[in-house]
């Protein structure tokens, strides 16, 4: 069978099992709509979030990014599974206790005001509308190489599948169909990656493979080390050391920061722990989904290895002075077709050649590596199929918990908290699929019509939720002092400083975009973790000359600081 | 309230604090510290085939949060024991 042939089977086969979970666990109630009825085990809440969290940019991007840009790739790797830690101590157990539903329903009832809870609400629809806008572009990329239809008519089917499963199933099918999602996509993740690293280093734990020794294709060793032949490649050919990279160490040090606080931030993944049964299952749900998150994120760095090296050696062949284009692997054919891979023979000698600077005549787009590992390790067609249908399971699982979370924040902490209370349970969940399907429209819009700068707008929204959100919620738990406008005018000048340092360095004077412009260094990508500090002190600092915290709140933290009398989550 | 006395409750949290804080401080270790901060005193030591600095930063500091926070987990539910405000 052709791989065409092959990818609709195993898509069509993966497509059918979502459905039918979401299907098979319909909410009938807003509770189940919002939280599952609290009943998810932790084991099975841990792969959702994990599905949840990997979206098709991790999926698709990641590897590709630390690929070209080796140690400095550590950010997004520390950054984004070290925010679990933060979760799991420091804000899963306590906000399980308070027991309600959502970000915004904890922080207007421990600062006792509606500003603070609308401040929280804005916050909270503004970084999942960022997070979603990159989501749809990466499932018609998907479909659109491996379906070979257009990227719209991806973008739309799409949109189809995910508003059929989010729109219906709620809170509860999404989780099931997450869990059935994170097995598609690891497997497909982990299938190539374990091919290349048996075929390279003869290891079949790629992140053993990582740091072993080279063998050659009989499999005997070459006595030369995977990390120091790629140092070694990228001394030669003029780029940054693999292992040491480029970045500045203050701007890795705020990078990797403003992504921890930023993931401890995020309303979709806090939202993952109001759905287990007890406090105890709060705490060991953050772990399961980390242990699950770590399986892709500690394989990621040994692929882009694996592929930086292969690409550099098929590219420029074992003189490394480049091969013959008419001999040059499929893989660059095909890959040429799309226009994610450009070849100028700049020294007219009809051979490619890969390298930094100006005699560089090969473009590669960072976003193909992991699709095209398959290819380039010439791997069968079925992992081929495979590496589509876990791109997808990715890109729809984020998708589908990003609106939920834009629904509840519409319907609940908009619509039911703010403009009309007195809204029936019937006419809120209505509200709710509506505000849905709204999301997955512009969604849609957004990834027919991508920004071109989807990268830059996640970057704000985790400098948002980290200089915004989090500081607000352990402020919360941890001080019985800090106030209402403490909080408020925390909330606000942090969030007004990083967004208006990243708009001024990204959209307003990108041209000034670079070292010596910006506050000790620190790229707008950083910014957050400042933010967050701003945050802090001005919320301190305003709490001591305003009115005290009122008894009845104070109350209320002793009791979300201890797990007896948790009791299922509840709306009032 | 459900703790025996207002110093029970007061002790249950500042055994928590001290958990979590102690905690805290291997996690900013193992990923600031190792993996950025002394990342060039570390990396020249080799370990694995890695140099140690880089192998934190890309591999070491992720094993290490997922083995604390089950630690976490372990000793946060021994501690609600203890105290008697574990869940039914």
Redesign the interface.
């Known amino acids: 069978m052709d791989v065409q042939t092959l990818t609709y089977l195993i898509v069509g086969f993966t497509f059918a099992l979502y459905i039918g979970i979401a299907i098979w666990s319909r909410a009938g109630s807003t509770k189940e709509f919002y939280v599952a009825g609290g009943g998810v085990p932790p084991v099975m809440n841990g792969m959702a979030t994990a599905a949840d969290w990997m979206s098709a940019a991790s999926f698709i991007s990641l590897a590709g990014i630390v690929s070209f840009v080796g140690y400095d790739g550590s950010v997004y790797l520390m950054g984004w599974t070290g925010g679990y830690v933060l979760l799991a101590l420091c804000m899963a157990p306590y906000l399980r206790k308070f027991g309600k539903f959502t970000v915004p329903d904890f922080i207007g009832d421990r600062y006792y005001s509606q500003a603070a809870r609308t401040v929280a609400v804005v916050c909270a629809i503004f970084i999942c509308f960022t997070y979603i806008a990159g989501q749809m572009r990466g499932v018609g990329v998907v479909f659109s190489r491996f379906l070979e239809v257009e990227v719209d008519t991806g973008v739309y089917i799409g949109m189809a599948v995910v508003f059929f499963y989010a729109v219906l199933g709620g809170m509860k099918g999404i989780t099931y169909t997450q869990v059935a999602q994170y097995c598609v996509l690891i497997f497909a993740f982990m299938v190539p990656a374990i091919f290349i690293s048996v075929m390279m280093t003869g290891h079949i734990i790629p992140q053993i493979g990582f740091g072993a020794e080279l063998v050659d294709a009989a499999g005997n060793g070459t006595g030369e080390y995977l990390l120091d032949k790629l140092d070694g490649l990228s001394n030669e050919l003029g780029f940054a050391q693999y292992t040491e990279g480029s970045k500045s160490m203050i701007d890795v040090f705020f990078i990797t920061g403003a992504l921890m606080f930023g993931t401890a931030g995020l309303p979709h993944v806090i939202v993952r722990f109001f759905t287990v049964p007890k406090v105890k299952d709060a705490r060991v749900s953050a772990g399961w989904a980390l242990v699950f998150i770590a399986i892709m994120y500690t394989t990621v760095p040994a692929l882009s290895a694996f592929s930086r090296v292969n690409m550099i050696e098929t590219i420029n062949g074992p003189e490394s002075t480049g091969v013959a284009y008419e001999t040059a692997p499929d893989w660059i054919k095909n890959w040429e077709k799309t226009g994610l891979i450009t070849w100028d023979d700049k020294n007219d000698d009809g051979k490619i050649f890969y390298t930094a600077g100006a005699e560089n005549e090969m473009k590669i787009d960072r976003d193909i590596m992991v699709l095209a590992t398959p290819e380039i390790a010439d791997l069968p067609a079925w992992v081929i199929a495979l590496v589509a249908a876990g791109g997808l399971a990715a890109a729809l699982s984020t998708s589908a918990g990003l609106l939920l979370v834009i629904s509840t924040s519409v319907s609940h902490d908009l619509l039911k908290k703010n403009l009309m209370p007195n809204i029936s349970d019937k006419k809120e969940l209505m509200y709710a699929r509506l505000a849905s399907a709204a999301g997955i429209v512009m969604a849609g819009y957004f990834g027919i019509n991508p920004p071109g700068f989807v990268a830059a707008v996640v970057a704000i929204a985790f400098g948002l939720a980290a200089s915004s959100l989090f500081p607000a919620i352990i402020m919360g738990i941890f001080s019985k002092t800090v106030n209402k406008e403490g909080a408020i005018a925390g909330m606000v000048t942090g969030l007004l400083f990083s967004a208006s340092y990243i708009v001024y360095f990204k959209f307003v004077n990108p041209s000034a975009n670079s070292a010596e412009n910006w506050l000790f260094g620190i790229s707008p990508e950083g910014i957050g973790l400042f933010g967050m500090m701003v945050n802090f002190c001005v919320a301190f600092a305003v709490s001591r000359v305003t009115k005290a915290v009122p008894q009845d709140v104070v109350d209320m933290v002793e009791s979300i600081r201890f797990p007896k009398g948790s009791g299922e989550a509840h709306d009032h | ?3 025996e006395s207002n110093e029970k ?1 007061e002790g ?2 500042r055994e ?1 604090l001290r958990l ?1 804080l102690g ?2 401080v291997i ?1 900013a270790a193992v ?2 510290g190792c ?3 002394l ?1 060039d005193v570390l ?1 020249e030591i080799h ?5 140690l600095g ?2 934190f ?3 070491g ?3 290490v ?2 083995a ?3 630690v ?2 372990a000793k ?2 021994a501690l ?1 024991k203890k ?5 039914d």
């Open positions: 309230m459900s703790f409750a249950y949290w928590n979590v905690l805290l996690w990923s600031f993996g950025i901060l990342v990396n370990f694995m085939g890695f140099k880089f192998w930063a890309q591999q500091s992720m094993y949060f997922v604390l926070i089950f976490y987990v946060a539910n609600d105290y008697g405000v574990h869940e």
